[in-house]
């Protein structure tokens, strides 16, 4: 054990550092709006142009090949720096590891490099009407297109990420009518701009245009729309999912950067201690909840470097973040008080944020059904 | 950066463990209620016998020259199986205080200590020796010296005693002292994780097995959920665990804000998980004659000892604020 950073590790921490110190944008507006996602992407396309959009990337598809402890350091480094949400990160963190494990060269040649230079920007398209927490109960189809040589996909995604904004979609559609409901499914890879899609932005809780549904009507898509196996989409999905859910969409960095903020908020507040003692022990808690997430990560990276699975244990790893964030921000309310509902205060826009932490990715409820069932071995119902 | 025990920190943590499993069953803890100094019996000196009481005394004094990195997982065995002897406070905190630790390493000698403004100390009315704190200094008092009062614990097998003296020996500065209390504190967090472990595992067991409705109450969310959030806070107090009694063993500058980390979040994690396996039993754990209780109340009781959750908070409080 050497919880000491190596030399290499210090130094790119220090490049890192630099370049973000000199080059992260202030003020800007959310990218979850048709104005701030635009200037998001001038964001991305400098990041990708000094090489730190995709670090844990070989280079050929425009990362550094970067440890997975390096990709730790650029991301406690980008928020310590105050770096802004990533309105790529569907593609780079949910899609992208599925598309290394599945792709066939020819996709990731194309798709790759084009996601990391923020060309195309890629939706989720899993969540339906009827299919949120039950997923398999997918019901979009895709029929067999013989003669053209690929599918027609039909259907309804929704609650789908920053759609509205994006140029592609991937998602699991139903190819296989007559299979038990998790085999078949096909995981396909959808141009926005196809005939026959039709995407509708609309209001999230906070009020940004930050969801949209698609509708899919006779879409048609060819063979190499098809990621992985036809008809093998769940596994394609929960293969590289439970990871990306867990550790890389939310990463310490960005909780210890929010913790540190709740430290100054906590400090640069008169007479906060004479309303409320007991807030000094809520900021207490959630900047020590930030570094256990710190050092559990740590711990997980080296087990995974030395070749162990940690599978379904990442589930707890959503659980704890996100609901970690949620403590962090009402901390932080509290500490404002009155205050907090004034104009547009960043604690609790990022409040209203917090809450959706528990939801997406897979509820923490069903989530808790997965550490009970898969890392403790309770049987299932 | 490489977060990860050695082979050889792994194996030797087997071999305890191996041990503890045989030597110190349930029935050996609930016998210790019933020992007059409610304690192990033979285990004490099977654990002298394989070197762990003494492993971190210099190897010129029988032990091993082990770190405190190098005993924090022993130490979670020892709460694993509950057992019933003033562990930490003699491997731990005492037997790399002492000037001389030949005999104490032998297991010759019994040590207890009371650090950090502790009222009463663990099993004092069996050791031969005490190592406390007087004038910010770390002191060791003979157990000829000791006025004792002895003292009942909610967990039946720690036996307590209040105490003076009026003679004690320096051992080391108040730096020592800091330093001896942080192996306490850690020590302690270390016992916690292994208890929260075995509480969740006879829990696990447990529902997988008794059927209500017709079907295992494992099967249930709200039984699984419960079970779920204490495996949630073992599994991120744990790694604050390891962190701090690395930075203890290395000397780094935060050690003593790293322990507290560590002893709150193995605090909470301990009581949280006490109180939801008790209520995944329903009133078979409520049942005297049912094990869940030998680790609960130990649970309890260290939870509060060597600086409770509130107590580290306040310090890291202190540190960061």
Known sequence: MDLRFTEQEGAFRAECRSWLEANVPRGLPSGDTREGFGLHLEWERMLFDARFAVVSWPEQYGGRGASPMEWLIFEEEYYRAGGPQRVTQNGIFLLAPTVFDFGTEAQKDHILPRMARGDDLWAQGWSEPGAGSDLAGIQSKAARDEAAGGWRLSGQKTWTTRGAFCTHLFGLFRSDPEAERHRGLTYFLVPLDAPGVTVRGFGRLDGDEGFAEVFLDDVFVADDAVLGEVHQGWGVAMATTSVERGLTLRSPGRFMAAADRLLDLYRDTDGVDATDPTLRDQVVRAWIDAEAYRWQTFLTVTRMTDGDNVGSESSMTKIFWSELDVRIHEAALGILGPAAEVGDNPWMKGYQFALSGPIYAGTNEIQRNVIAERVLGLPRR | ?321
């Open chain 2, 1 to 321: 950066m490489r977060f990860a025990f050695t082979e050889d920190q792994l194996e030797f943590r087997d071999a305890v463990r191996d041990l503890l499993a045989h030597e110190c069953p349930p029935a050996v803890v609930r016998a210790a209620w019933d020992d007059v100094d409610g304690r192990s019996g033979p285990v004490w000196g099977a654990l002298a016998e394989m070197g762990v009481l003494g492993a971190g005394a210099p190897e010129d004094q029988g032990g091993l020259g082990f770190s405190v990195l190098d005993l924090v997982l022993i130490t979670e065995e020892t709460g694993y199986v509950a057992l019933p002897e003033p562990f930490v406070e003699h491997a731990v905190v005492a037997v790399p205080a002492l000037p001389d630790a030949a005999s104490a390493a032998a297991g010759e000698v019994l040590v207890t200590a009371g650090l950090g403004g502790a009222a009463f100390v663990p099993y004092v009315g069996s050791a031969d020796l005490l190592v406390a704190e007087e004038d910010d200094v770390l002191v060791v008092v003979a157990r000829d010296e000791l006025i004792i009062r002895p003292e009942t614990s909610v967990d039946g097998s720690r036996r307590l005693g209040w105490v003076e003296w009026d003679v004690a020996t320096a051992i080391g500065d108040a730096g020592a002292l800091d330093a001896a209390f942080d192996r306490g504190a850690l020590g302690t967090a270390a016992q916690l994780v292994g208890l929260t472990r075995r509480m969740l595992d006879l829990t696990v067991d447990y529902v997988k097995e008794r059927e209500q409705f017709g079907v295992p109450i494992g099967s249930f969310q709200a039984v699984k959920h419960h079970l779920a959030d204490a495996r949630i806070a073992l599994d991120f107090a744990r790694p604050l665990v390891y962190r701090a009694a690395w930075s203890l063993a290395e000397g780094e500058p935060d050690a003593s804000v790293h322990v507290s980390m560590a002893k709150a979040l193995a605090s909470d994690a301990a009581t949280l998980t006490a109180q939801h396996t008790l209520q995944c039993h329903g009133a078979m754990g409520y049942s005297f004659e049912y094990d869940l209780h030998l680790y609960m109340k130990r649970a309890w009781t260290l939870a509060a000892s060597w600086g409770d959750a509130a107590w580290h908070r306040a310090r890291v409080g202190r540190a960061i604020l």
